[in-house]
C-alpha cells in the first residue's frame, strides 16, 4: 500500500516520496531574470529538507512587458541555462526532483493569432532549455493567471478565432504545445499540467470541463497532473485539513492511469498521508507549510514512523 513516504515512479523517474512543494514564489528573483544564490539556496534548502519534488516558482518564456524591474525567473534565453543548471545539480544532490514551471503572463486578449503561434514556439524552446539545464520535467499552467488559464477558462477568453470559442479552440495552444514538447524531447521527460478543479465565477470552468481538460492533456502526452483552484476562487471556501480532497478526487477519478497532486491538507501530517492510503490523491501540495518549515518532509518521516 502506498503511502506518504513511499515513492513513486513516473515516466521511468524516481520521487523519493509523495511530498510537492507547490509552485509558489520564493521571493528571491530578480530583475535580471537569473538564479540569484539566494534563490539557489532557498530551494537547495527546502530539497535538504526531504521534499520529493519541487515545483518551481513561474519561469517566463518570453520577457516581461516592463523589462526593467520586474522581479521574474527567465527562461527565454539560452544565456539561464548555466544557472538553471546549478539549480537542478543541487536539488538532485538532496535526491529531489526538480519541474521548472513554465509561465507567459500576457493578456490573450492583445495577441493575434500569428503572436500565439509564435509564443507556443517560445514554450516549446523554454521546455528544452529546461531539459538542457537538467531538469526532470516542466509544468504548464491553467489555473495561476497566465495565458493559458486566460484561454482556456470560458470565463476569461473572449477570442472569436481558432483559439477562442468552445473548448476544443481554447484548449488548442496547450494541447500544440503539449504535443511539440513530447515529439521532440521524447517521453521520459516529463510534462506536468495544473488545472483548477472549479472556477468559483459566474461563467467559470466547472468540474465537468475540468474533467475533459485533464483526459485531453493526457492524450496530448501529460503524465502528471496537478489540481488546484485559484486564490481568487478559494478565497470564501471554508479551509480545514482535507478541504480540497473531493474537488481533487473529482478528477482523479477519470485520470487513473496518471498521478494526481492533491492539496489543502494545510500541513497536518497525518491527513496528508492517510490521503495517500485510501487513494484520494497519488501526491501531496504544500505551499506556505514548506517556506515555513522546510523540514517538515522530515517531521512526516519522524511521526510516522517512529
Known amino acids: 500500500m502506498a503511502d506518504l513516504l513511499s515513492s513513486l515512479i513516473i515516466a521511468g523517474k524516481t520521487l523519493a516520496n509523495r511530498i510537492v512543494m507547490a509552485p509558489t514564489p520564493s521571493g528571491f528573483a530578480t530583475a535580471d531574470g ?3 544564490a539566494d534563490l539557489l539556496a532557498y530551494y537547495a ?22 523589462s526593467e524591474g520586474v522581479a521574474h525567473l527567465g527562461l527565454y534565453a539560452d544565456a539561464f541555462v548555466p544557472r538553471l543548471h546549478q539549480l537542478a545539480v543541487a536539488l538532485h ?21 500569428a ?11 523554454a521546455a528544452w532549455r529546461a531539459y538542457c539545464a537538467g ?8 489555473a495561476d493567471g497566465g495565458i493559458l488559464h486566460n484561454l482556456i477558462s470560458p470565463s476569461r477568453n473572449r477570442r472569436n478565432d481558432v483559439y477562442g470559442g468552445d473548448l476544443a479552440g481554447r484548449m488548442r495552444l496547450a494541447l500544440e504545445v503539449i504535443e511539440a514538447i513530447r515529439t521532440w524531447i521524447g517521453p521520459r521527460f516529463i510534462v506536468g499540467f495544473r488545472l483548477p478543479a472549479e472556477e468559483f465565477c459566474a461563467g467559470g470552468m466547472g468540474m465537468q470541463d475540468a474533467r475533459v481538460v485533464a483526459r485531453r492533456v493526457i492524450a496530448a502526452g501529460v503524465r502528471m497532473l496537478d489540481v488546484t483552484v485559484a486564490a481568487e476562487d478559494a478565497l470564501n471556501l471554508a479551509r480545514f485539513p482535507g478541504w480540497a480532497v473531493p474537488l481533487v478526487n473529482g478528477i ?13 491538507v494545510q500541513g497536518d501530517h497525518y491527513v496528508a498521508d492517510s490521503l495517500i492510503r485510501d487513494g484520494s490523491i497519488d501526491l501531496v501540495a504544500l505551499d506556505h507549510t514548506l517556506r515555513y518549515n522546510p523540514d517538515w518532509p522530515q517531521q512526516a518521516q519522524d511521526l510516522l514512523e517512529g
Open 93 to 113: 544532490a538532496h535526491h529531489t526532483r526538480l519541474f521548472f514551471s513554465l509561465e507567459c503572463y500576457t493578456q490573450s486578449e492583445s495577441l493575434s493569432s
Open 45 to 66: 534548502r527546502r530539497a535538504q529538507g526531504g521534499v520529493g519534488l519541487i515545483l518551481s516558482e513561474p519561469l517566463l518564456v518570453a520577457p516581461p512587458p516592463l
Open 115 to 125: 503572436a500565439l503561434i509564435s509564443l507556443r514556439e517560445q514554450f516549446i524552446l
Open 135 to 142: 531538469a526532470d520535467g516542466v509544468l504548464l499552467s491553467s
Open 34 to 36: 537569473f538564479v540569484s
Open 252 to 264: 482523479k477519478r477519470v485520470t487513473p492511469e496518471v498521478p494526481v497532486i492533491g492539496f489543502g
